[in-house]
C-alpha cells in the first residue's frame, strides 16, 4: 500500500447506527438514530454514501445496500461508561474513561449553585434540566430584566449557562464558564461547561453562534497528542478542539453549522497536505437530534451526502478518508437525549484494496489506532488496527455531484 500521508476525519455528530446490547441501561431500547430516522421520512436521500457502503452497515430505507461498495464499511461499539460528545471522541482516539461523568435530573447541589453564584456576582435563574432553546423562552424577559444568568443541565453531563448577549457580553459569558469549570471538579466534573449565548426579543430569541465548550482534559495522552509529538499537524475543525482542551491540536477553527465545516474541511485539505484533518458536523445532534426533528435530520443528511464529492476529490492517493459518529441521537424516540448506539464507520483512500466489511469493532478506539498506525505513529493506546485490512489499488472513485 502507498504510503499514507493525511487522514481526514468527519464525525456526524450523534449519527448512531442501532441500539448497543447495553443500550437498556440507559434507557435507550430500540434507539436507531440513521434506521428509524429514515423510517419516519420515508427514507433517506444519501446516494454518495451509499455508493461508499453506507447501506451495508444496517437497513436504511431509502439506502440500499451495495454489492460493489466503494470503501471499507463496519460499525463500532462503545465500551467506555456513557453516551457523550466528550466520551465518544475520547474513546475515537484510544483513551477510555472508567467512569461516567456525573449528571443531574434534578439539577445541580445547592453549594455548587452557591459558590457559583457568589463567584459571579449574580444569582442566577433555572437550575433544572430542560431543552436549549425552551428554557430561554421561558426565563428570556426575566434573564433580560434581572440580568441573572441562565443555568440548566440535560440527561448528559453539562452545565449550560444562557445569557442575552446584550444582558451579558460574551467575554463575561466565557468568564463565568471558566469559574464554573473550576468549581465542577472531584465528584461534580462534568464533561462540559457550555456557553450558550442568545439574542433577540421576548418571543422572538435565537440561540448564536458563539456557543463554547468548556471541557475537562482527557485523562491520558490521546492518538491526536502521539502524532502531534511525531511532528505532523492537527487540525481542528468545529468543535474537536474544545473537546480535547487543545491537547493533541497544532491548529483549529470554530464553524457555525454543518455547511460551514464542510467548507473549512475543504479549505484545509487545500492547505494541509500531511497530519490530520479532525471535523465535527454538530448540527444532526444540536439542530434536529435534541429537537426530535426527523425531517431536518434526514434533510442534514442529505446535504452533507451532496457535499462528499468536494471532499472526494480532494483526496490524493496518500490520503485516508474516515466518516463516522460519536453517539446516537434518535429524533424519532420520546427522549430528546443522546442515545447509546453503534456508530457507522466507512473508511476510503486510493490506495486501499478492494472495499469489504469491517464487521463490528469492539471498541470506537480502533479507529484512532489505525490513523496512528496508517501515519506510522506508534500510539500505546486502546485499540485494534485495522490497517492490514487496506491495501492495494480500487477503481477511482464515480460519486453523484
Same mark, same amino acid.
Given at each position: 500500500?502507498?504510503?499514507?500521508?493525511?487522514?481526514?476525519?468527519?464525525?456526524?455528530?450523534?449519527?448512531?447506527?442501532?441500539?448497543?446490547?447495553?443500550?437498556?441501561?440507559?434507557?435507550?431500547?430500540?434507539?436507531?438514530?440513521?434506521?428509524?430516522?429514515?423510517?419516519?421520512?420515508?427514507?433517506?436521500?444519501?446516494? &454518495?454514501?451509499?455508493?461508499?457502503?453506507?447501506?451495508?452497515?444496517?437497513?436504511?430505507?431509502?439506502?440500499?445496500?451495495?454489492?460493489?461498495?466503494?470503501?471499507?464499511?463496519?460499525?463500532?461499539?462503545?465500551?467506555?461508561?456513557?453516551?457523550?460528545?466528550?466520551?465518544?471522541?475520547?474513546?475515537?482516539?484510544?483513551?477510555?474513561?472508567?467512569?461516567?461523568?456525573?449528571?443531574?435530573?434534578?439539577?445541580?447541589?445547592?453549594?455548587?449553585?452557591?459558590?457559583?453564584?457568589?463567584?459571579?456576582?449574580?444569582?442566577?435563574?433555572?437550575?433544572?434540566?430542560?431543552?436549549?432553546?425552551?428554557?430561554?423562552?421561558?426565563?428570556?424577559?426575566?434573564?433580560?430584566?434581572?440580568?441573572?444568568?441562565?443555568?440548566?443541565?440535560?440527561?448528559?453531563?453539562?452545565?449550560?449557562?444562557?445569557?442575552?448577549?446584550?444582558?451579558?457580553?460574551?467575554?463575561?459569558?466565557?468568564?463565568?464558564?471558566?469559574?464554573?469549570?473550576?468549581?465542577?471538579?472531584?465528584?461534580?466534573?462534568?464533561?462540559?461547561?457550555?456557553?450558550?449565548?442568545?439574542?433577540?426579543?421576548?418571543?422572538?430569541?435565537?440561540?448564536?453562534?458563539?456557543?463554547?465548550?468548556?471541557?475537562?482534559?482527557?485523562?491520558?495522552?490521546?492518538?491526536?497528542?502521539?502524532?502531534?509529538?511525531?511532528?505532523?499537524?492537527?487540525?481542528?475543525?468545529?468543535?474537536?478542539?474544545?473537546?480535547?482542551?487543545?491537547?493533541?491540536?497544532?491548529?483549529?477553527?470554530?464553524?457555525?453549522?454543518?455547511?460551514?465545516?464542510?467548507?473549512?474541511?475543504?479549505?484545509?485539505?487545500?492547505?494541509?497536505?500531511?497530519?490530520?484533518?479532525?471535523? &465535527?458536523?454538530?448540527?444532526?445532534?444540536?439542530?434536529?437530534?435534541?429537537?426530535?426533528?426527523?425531517?431536518?435530520?434526514?434533510?442534514?443528511?442529505?446535504?452533507?451526502?451532496?457535499?462528499?464529492?468536494?471532499?472526494?476529490?480532494?483526496?490524493?492517493?496518500?490520503?485516508?478518508?474516515?466518516?463516522?459518529?460519536?453517539?446516537?441521537?434518535?429524533?424519532?424516540?420520546?427522549?430528546?437525549?443522546?442515545?447509546?448506539?453503534?456508530?457507522p464507520v466507512v473508511v476510503y483512500g486510493l490506495a486501499f484494496?478492494?472495499?469489504?466489511?469491517?464487521?463490528?469493532?469492539?471498541?470506537?478506539?480502533?479507529?484512532?489506532?489505525?490513523?496512528?498506525?496508517?501515519?506510522?505513529?506508534?500510539?500505546?493506546?486502546?485499540?485494534?488496527?485495522?490497517?492490514?485490512?487496506?491495501?492495494?489499488?480500487?477503481?477511482?472513485?464515480?460519486?453523484?455531484?
Amino acid at each position: 500500500m502507498a504510503e499514507i500521508k493525511r487522514v481526514v476525519i468527519i464525525v456526524l455528530d450523534s449519527v448512531g447506527a442501532g441500539a448497543l446490547p447495553d443500550a437498556g441501561k440507559y434507557g435507550d431500547e430500540g434507539s436507531n438514530t440513521l434506521g428509524n430516522t429514515a423510517k419516519a421520512v420515508g427514507g433517506l436521500h444519501m446516494p &454518495n454514501l451509499g455508493k461508499l457502503g453506507l447501506g451495508n452497515i444496517l437497513e436504511i430505507e431509502g439506502v440500499p445496500g451495495e454489492p460493489d461498495a466503494l470503501a471499507f464499511f463496519g460499525k463500532m461499539a462503545e465500551v467506555s461508561p456513557g453516551k457523550d460528545t466528550t466520551t465518544g471522541h475520547w474513546e475515537m482516539m484510544g483513551v477510555h474513561p472508567d467512569r461516567p461523568f456525573p449528571t443531574y435530573p434534578h439539577g445541580f447541589p445547592p453549594d455548587i449553585i452557591e459558590e457559583f453564584e457568589k463567584a459571579v456576582g449574580r444569582e442566577i435563574l433555572g437550575n433544572k434540566t430542560a431543552s436549549g432553546t425552551e428554557i430561554i423562552a421561558e426565563l428570556g424577559a426575566e434573564h433580560m430584566k434581572t440580568g441573572k444568568p441562565i443555568v440548566y443541565t440535560s440527561a448528559d453531563s453539562v452545565f449550560q449557562i444562557a445569557a442575552h448577549e446584550d444582558i451579558i457580553p460574551i467575554d463575561e459569558l466565557y468568564g463565568m464558564c471558566e469559574i464554573a469549570r473550576t468549581i465542577l471538579r472531584g465528584e461534580h466534573e462534568v464533561g462540559r461547561v457550555i456557553a450558550r449565548p442568545f439574542i433577540g426579543t421576548p418571543g422572538n430569541f435565537t440561540r448564536t453562534h458563539r456557543r463554547r465548550d468548556f471541557s475537562v482534559a482527557p485523562p491520558a495522552k490521546t492518538v491526536l497528542d502521539y502524532v502531534k509529538d511525531a511532528g505532523y499537524p492537527v487540525y481542528a475543525v468545529g468543535k474537536i478542539s474544545e473537546i480535547f482542551v487543545g491537547q493533541g491540536i497544532t491548529a483549529a477553527v470554530h464553524t457555525e453549522s454543518n455547511m460551514h465545516g464542510v467548507d473549512m474541511t475543504l479549505k484545509v485539505m487545500e492547505e494541509q497536505d500531511n497530519g490530520i484533518i479532525f471535523t &465535527n458536523l454538530v448540527d444532526f445532534d444540536s439542530q434536529w437530534g435534541h429537537r426530535n426533528d426527523p425531517a431536518g435530520y434526514a434533510k442534514g443528511l442529505g446535504a452533507v451526502d451532496a457535499r462528499l464529492p468536494e471532499i472526494l476529490s480532494k483526496l490524493t492517493p496518500a490520503d485516508a478518508l474516515f466518516i463516522t459518529a460519536d453517539h446516537g441521537c434518535d429524533p424519532t424516540t420520546p427522549s430528546t437525549d443522546h442515545s447509546r448506539e453503534y456508530v457507522p464507520v466507512v473508511v476510503y483512500g486510493l490506495a486501499f484494496g478492494r472495499p469489504s466489511s469491517l464487521g463490528i469493532r469492539q471498541t470506537f478506539s480502533d479507529l484512532g489506532k489505525t490513523v496512528a498506525d496508517l501515519l506510522g505513529v506508534d500510539a500505546p493506546v486502546y485499540g485494534e488496527s485495522f490497517k492490514g485490512e487496506l491495501c492495494g489499488f480500487p477503481e477511482i472513485l464515480q460519486l453523484d455531484g
